[in-house]
C-alpha cells in the first residue's frame, strides 16, 4: 500500500503553506511570546495565537476540513487534514489548529448528541472558536490536564477518566506553566466534572446533551490518538522547517573561503537528519489513514508515528543546532522558535519511549 498524497491534496497544502508564509513568519511566533526578551524580539504581551493566520485559516475552510458539509465544513477526513498539520508546523504556528480542527470536530462528529454536534461544528468551521484540549489522570501522565494557549481558547474539551466535557472558561482555574517554548502559553486546569456539561459518558450514558451511543472510553482514547497525530504530523513540518533554515544558512556561512555547506560532515549531519524526518512522514500518512477508516490497528500506528516523528524533529533540531554553531544558541536566531517547540512536541501526549512501550505488547503478542 502506497501512502502519498493526492494531486488535491498536494494543491491544498500548498495554499496553506502560502497563507502561513504571508501571515505566520517568524516575527508573528515572536509576537505571540508573552516574554520578548527570551522570543529574541517583538512586541511581548502575546497570548499564544497568530490572530491573522487563524482568521485566513477559516476563511480557506481549513478549521472546518473535517466538519460534515451539513455543518458548514468541507466533509474530508484526517487523510486530508494531517497534511495542512504539517504545513502548520514548518510555519511554527502556535494556535490550537489540531486541537480544534482534529481532535474537538472528531468527538463532536462521531461521539457527540445531535443538537450538541449542531451547535458547536458549524462555529468551528467558520473559525468562531478556538478548542483547548485537556486528558485528565491517566491519558496524559498526570492529574490536572495541561492546555496549550488555555487563557485564549472559547471552550475546552476535557477528558476525565472516560467523560468527555465541554467546559466554558468561567468554570475553569487556569495556573500558568512555565514551558522551553514562550509561543505555547501552558497551563494546568482545575475544574470539577458536572452533568450539565458531560458530552459523553464513560458507559455510553450521555448527560445534557450527551450522546448514549458510544461509551466515553472510546472518544477519549480516539481522541488520544487524533492528538498524538496532529503532533506527529507537526513534528515532522518543525523537522522540514528546521533543516531548510540550515541548509540555506550552510550555503551561505563560509569558513576557510568556502560555503560550510560544502564540508562533508555537514552534508553527511543534515543528510541523516532529513532522512529521519522523510521516513516520519509516511508513519503520520499510514496513521491518518487508520483513523480515517477505523483500522483496529489505528492505536499502533499512531504510536508508530508519534515515535518517529518525535525522535525524527529531535534529530534535526540537534543538526540545525550544531550546523549553526554559537549563533543558534541566540534567542535572535529564528532557528530556537522551531528548535523548543519541536522539543516541547516530542514530549507532549507522550514521548517516544512512552509509545514504543505503547505498542510493545501488540508487537510482541
Not at 531548510?244 to 560544502?262: C, H, K, N, W
Not at 560532515?265 to 491518518?288: G, I, M, Y
Amino acid at each position: 500500500m502506497r501512502f502519498a498524497l493526492t494531486d488535491e491534496q498536494i494543491e491544498f497544502r500548498d495554499a496553506v503553506r502560502g497563507l502561513l508564509a504571508d501571515t505566520c513568519g517568524p516575527d508573528d511566533v515572536r509576537a505571540a511570546w508573552a516574554d520578548p526578551v527570551t522570543a529574541g524580539g517583538g512586541p511581548g504581551g502575546g497570548n499564544g495565537r497568530v490572530a491573522a493566520a487563524w482568521s485566513a485559516l477559516g476563511e480557506m475552510g481549513v478549521l472546518g476540513i473535517c466538519v460534515p458539509e451539513a455543518h458548514g465544513g468541507l466533509g474530508m477526513t484526517d487523510e486530508d487534514l494531517v497534511p495542512l498539520l504539517v504545513e502548520a508546523g514548518r510555519a511554527g504556528l502556535p494556535d490550537p489548529v489540531s486541537s480544534t480542527a482534529g481532535v474537538a470536530v472528531g468527538v463532536l462528529r462521531d461521539h457527540a448528541a445531535a443538537g450538541t454536534a449542531a451547535q458547536w461544528l458549524p462555529r468551528i468551521a467558520a473559525g468562531e472558536v478556538a478548542v483547548g484540549v485537556g486528558f485528565g489522570p491517566g491519558a496524559d501522565g498526570g492529574g490536572s490536564p495541561t492546555v496549550a494557549a488555555a487563557s485564549s481558547v472559547d471552550v475546552f474539551l476535557l477528558f476525565d477518566r472516560g467523560e468527555v466535557h465541554l467546559v466554558d472558561p468561567t468554570q475553569v482555574q487556569l495556573h500558568p506553566l512555565d514551558s522551553v517554548d514562550g509561543a505555547r502559553h501552558l497551563a494546568s486546569v482545575d475544574w470539577t466534572p458536572d452533568p450539565a456539561t458531560l458530552v459523553v459518558g464513560a458507559g455510553g450514558t450521555g448527560g445534557a446533551g450527551g450522546a448514549a451511543s458510544d461509551g466515553g472510553f472510546v472518544a477519549t482514547n480516539t481522541a488520544f490518538d487524533r492528538a498524538a497525530l496532529g503532533l506527529a504530523a507537526m513534528l515532522v513540518g518543525l523537522g522540514q522547517r528546521m533543516l531548510d533554515m540550515t541548509v540555506l544558512y550552510a550555503s551561505e556561512r563560509q569558513q576557510f573561503g568556502v560555503p560550510i555547506g560544502s564540508f562533508q560532515a555537514v552534508k553527511h549531519h543534515l543528510t541523516n537528519a532529513s532522512l529521519d524526518v522523510e521516513f516520519a512522514l509516511p508513519l503520520v500518512l499510514r496513521a491518518a489513514n487508520s483513523l480515517a477508516t477505523n483500522d483496529p490497528a489505528a492505536p499502533v500506528h499512531v504510536s508508530m508515528a508519534k515515535a518517529k516523528a518525535s525522535e525524527a524533529a529531535k534529530h534535526a533540531a540537534a543538526a540545525s543546532l550544531q550546523v549553526h554553531g554559537a549563533i543558534g544558541y541566540t534567542v535572535e536566531c529564528d532557528l530556537h522558535l522551531y528548535m523548543k517547540r519541536s522539543w516541547s512536541l516530542a514530549a507532549r501526549c507522550g514521548d517516544a519511549e512512552f509509545h514504543r512501550r505503547r505498542i510493545r505488547p501488540t508487537l510482541i503478542g
